[in-house]
């Protein structure tokens, strides 16, 4: 128990030392736009700015993790009963820099197994997560058979899609649809629906369900190119950079997520 | 005697508002401004629930936020305004809803064109941007003529989406393409193996091809989805959700959101080169 509280003293101090270095970092950079431009006061004043801006998100930052604590240690009693069904289809975007940390991919992917969900996204704009796909489909169904006959059960469902998944997949839809509707000059071709190009995806074989729910780990709240099609209702969150994930604040995002309301425009 | 001295105090406190308005767009300049701004603009029934108004001064209301947040973006000189007024599934709506909103957006519409409007202050060329098939025709030709009318506007542009889906507007690309090519191509035979069609050939009929995409997406009310709202041109997009309801938003808001812009312009700009 007493090994457990040192652990998370650790982490929060790195946590803390690593936010410090940050606020260095910018002001740091401030100070030599300031020497390199005219105008002192103005270039002053917008640094004092920023600087209460990033003082304000370092206090909410600490806040936050005070809060993911208490959640994950099971203090807050609202967050002990959740229903993930209501989560059919989870989208995770990540930024491509963060998602080459396999090893923290892997430990969100066993957070959000253990938490009851069947069905995964995992999307980083430069496809970095499909060259480790394999790797970690194999991890995962390696500790999924060392484990008891309960966890056997949860398998995940995993798919794993890039920036050309996106915009690409639409050219491409665009050929097969130029190919079947309008190859034929003579006949008068009808209107394109929806249907029709939601149709042609899914024969090119990008047909894939909606997510309900995407959680953005990375710097910006930037859903980096998702594909569009699959967007239209989908609630998104930022969850931050990845190397600082907590289960609480997963926990937390999830649960906001199924007290949601959605009129779908009407 | 009172009421010209309560004037004397409102115009005072505008005045005051104004230079500190414009004192903050002078410190916020020394960093990157954001190009593109887009707004959805979502609350105005729940405001009018909340402050107990009929449902369309919700709307009402909500325009006049609208025409002061393009105040603050134009000072702030940000060259492009889109906003989400009207959307296709919005037609599913209690057909008397649908009919009174229609009549406001036309209304609206008219007042834009009037000499001491925002549009004419600021050089504003206006895209209406959606399948404007789907309107009525007198909203319709309001629209065109309001089109027509600022046409030779290029200080800055404000896209007003319409009828508008991202679904539907990148399948009216797609088609727009389709027909492009296939009078291209002059009925030749066409190699399944050839990409005819590649992403750019898409983009260019986009309705939203008059703008950059956008840098900030500011959604009121608190909603974290983008509701089918510029799905296609979001890649590198920041999405900003501030809780306050439409009606309620502010220079405040759009200060925070430019804020954020700044804190991550050098990790979007990466982004942008790289899509």
Redesign the interface.
Known sequence: MLDMDFVHLATFLRWIESKALDLGDRMQKGYKRIWS?G?LG??L??LI??LI??IWYFAVDLVNSLESYLISSGFMKQYKDLDISKVRYLAVVLDSEEALDTMKVLELLRWLTVMGLRNVCLYD??GVLKRSKDALSLWLRSEGANGDALVKQKYLNLEVIS?TD???A??????F???K???N?DAEVP????S??ADALAEIGYAAPEPDLMLIYG???????FP??R????????MGPLKSMKYGALIKAIRRYTM?R?N??? | MEKQSSNLATQLIEGLCSFLRRCICAILSAGSLPRHVAFIMDGNRRYAKKEGLLEGDGHRVGFTALMNMLKYCYEMNVKYVTVYAFSIENFKRRPEEVQSTMQLIQEKIESLLEKESIVNQYGVRVHFIGNLKLLSKPVRLAAERAMNATAHNSTATLAICIAYTSTDEITNSVEEACKVKMDELGGNEIDSKELHIDVADVEKHMYMAVAPDPDIIIRSSGETRLSNFLLWQSASSLLYSPRALWPEIGFYHLVRAILDFQRNVTSLETKLKQS
């Open positions: 431009s105008d103005l270039y004043l917008w700015m920023h801006v990033s704009p430069e920036f996106g915009k690409h639409v050219a491409k839809a665009a050929n649809l130029l190919k509707h309008y190859v000059a209107e394109l629906t929806e029709d190009m710097p910006v709240r930037c859903h980096l190119g569009a099609w967007l239209r209702y989908t609630e998104i969150v930022h949601v959605q779908y425009g009407t």
